[in-house]
């Protein structure tokens, strides 16, 4: 049995102690991948030990070396080391919303199970294998208090909400980013019919507030009725008294979690095994046995009881524009901007 090592490239990245293989024989052992595989992530340790378990149930003889810290950091490190690469996978980090913009990094390949996902990947790339979801965050008792039931966008527009909305600053921040996308997704990019939805939702005294998770950890202080968040941080403060995460009625959309093979990778056979593990059904079930703080994104997959993000066939899902949305970013930044001015000023 091999071990999995940490390989320490940058001082001031954070390591993680090795993870515990399994003991069981594989038959994919001896299948000629090589038995190296080099890791960049900047996934959380549980996160990372139940993505790497596919893998190591079918080839538990591959040595695993796991570099942990921020995207900026490993990126970076990926750059520099463009002419001969350390590591074979990057994991976390990367979206759809990217495009092509890395696509020299990566080497060409995409899951053989890439249609099986929520939302394929659609640039040739990348893999999907997570996603984090647009939600409402509610304060119950508050909701209750008002004689309300929160479930679409048009029902945040009740003047009984006036101030008691928060969000947060889709400039700086990826969630609320995340949020104003999917208002295009239900309601068409940069029509009339999402730009009446914006306004009315700042005319309604929506509060933009300095940070995302605010979004969520004051709705369940009871300092707002309604939260628009996304679901994998509303979960967090999930157990507060009188407080709920719901997906809008109208439509929900997310932005998927992305990994991808290293160009000119020392180990290619045994990295394109891990995307194929790791985005199977067989994987994303052994994935969820092991941590449930994420929606794996392959839809064969019946999410366990104990799964606390909604289940994913209970959720109307619509289609998120990528390609548009990336394309079209600074613009529409640039109106909600002078939207914003205009109602708040």
Request: aromatic content about 10%; some cysteine; charged content about 25%.
């Amino acid at each position: 049995m091999k071990k999995i090592a940490i390989l320490v490239l940058i001082s001031c990245l954070v390591f993680f102690p090795a993870f515990a293989k399994g003991e069981k024989e594989s038959a994919a052992s001896g299948s000629g991948i090589g038995n190296s595989l080099v890791i960049y992530t900047s996934n959380t340790e549980a996160e990372i030990a139940a993505m790497l378990a596919p893998f190591q149930d079918l080839y538990p003889d591959v040595d695993i070396e796991i570099v942990n810290g921020s995207f900026g950091e490993l990126f970076a490190r990926l750059q520099a080391e463009k002419d001969a690469p350390v590591a074979d996978i990057m994991l976390g980090g990367l979206s759809s919303t990217d495009g092509n913009k890395y696509e020299q990094y990566f080497m060409k390949y995409t899951s053989s199970h890439n249609d099986e996902q929520i939302t394929p990947a659609k640039n040739g790339y990348y893999s999907v294998y997570g996603m984090s979801t647009v939600c409402f965050a509610v304060n119950t008792r508050l909701e209750k208090e008002l004689g309300l039931d929160i479930r679409s966008y048009e029902d945040l527009l009740d003047p009984k909400l006036k101030g008691k909305i928060i969000f947060s600053d889709p400039n700086s921040s990826s969630a609320a980013w995340n949020n104003l996308c999917n208002i295009f997704s239900v309601y068409g990019v940069d029509t009339p019919e999402s730009w009446a939805i914006i306004e009315k939702l700042m005319r309604n005294g929506m509060v933009v507030g300095s940070s995302s998770s605010k979004c969520f950890k004051d709705v369940a202080n009871g300092e707002y009725v309604v939260g628009l968040t996304y679901d994998n941080g509303a979960v967090t403060v999930l157990g507060a008294p009188d407080y709920e995460m719901r997906y809008p009625a109208n439509g929900t959309s997310g932005k998927d979690s992305c990994f991808a093979i290293i160009e000119g990778c020392r180990h290619p056979e045994a990295a394109k095994a891990f995307v194929e593990a790791m985005t199977s059904k067989e994987g994303t079930e052994k994935m969820y046995a092991m941590y449930g703080g994420v929606r794996f994104t392959n839809a064969l997959v019946d999410e366990p009881a104990s799964f606390q993000l909604g289940k994913t066939k209970d959720i109307k899902w619509v289609d998120r524009p990528v390609e548009e949305l990336t394309e079209k970013k600074d613009a529409l930044l640039k109106k909600w901007n002078e939207l914003y001015a205009s109602v708040y000023n």
